[in-house]
Every structure is written in structure tokens, then in C-alpha cells.
């Protein structure tokens, strides 16, 4: 379903580490705007909101809201670190076109 690349798990876990709350995993989801049509969401929860689907992916749980499901189905999820800054990418399968920063697609 979702692939996060090592390099991703390590740069959420050192986020995870740092947190007050209690953290139970990562949600994702893909929501209408952006420069493409859609935007990639995702942020640490302390619980899954009902009908998401969940799956596990090197010992972090994942959670995506129904309506995202299709959309994110076989996107691998990697963290660089370069020249123009640190951050998430995606290779979304699904994604017909791409913007610039990569953060949106259609």
C-alpha cells in the first residue's frame, strides 16, 4: 500500500522522540488544492480516526482516511536532505503530473 523509505522512519522517529504527546503513528492523506489539484497531508497522531485504513511499515503505524486511499495506494514516502533543503518527498504511482516542489500532484 505505503512504502517509507529507512530514511524516512528515521527522520520521523527523531521527530516522534522529541514530542510531549503521545504519538501512535503517522497520517497521511491527500486533500483537494495545491498548485496540481491535490496535496499530500501528513502529520504525527495520537490516535486513528474511525474508517482509516491502517497499516504497519517498519515498526510505524500508518493511517489514511478512506477518501485518500486510492490516491496514495503504492506511494513510497523518502526524506532527502540536499542543496534546496530537507524534507518529505513522494513517488506517487498514481500521480499523472507533478508540481515544481513536488508537494502537490494531479
Known sequence: MIELT??????????????STPVVGLRLSAQAGGCSGYQYQ???VECAEPGDFSCE???????IDPDSVVLLAGTTIDFVDGLEGSGFSFDNPNAKSTCGCGKSFC
Open 6 to 19: 529507512e530514511t524516512a522512519v528515521d527522520a520521523l522517529r527523531s521527530v516522534i522522540e522529541t514530542t
Open 42 to 44: 501528513m502529520g504525527l
Open 57 to 63: 511499515k517498519r515498526g510505524l503505524n500508518i493511517f
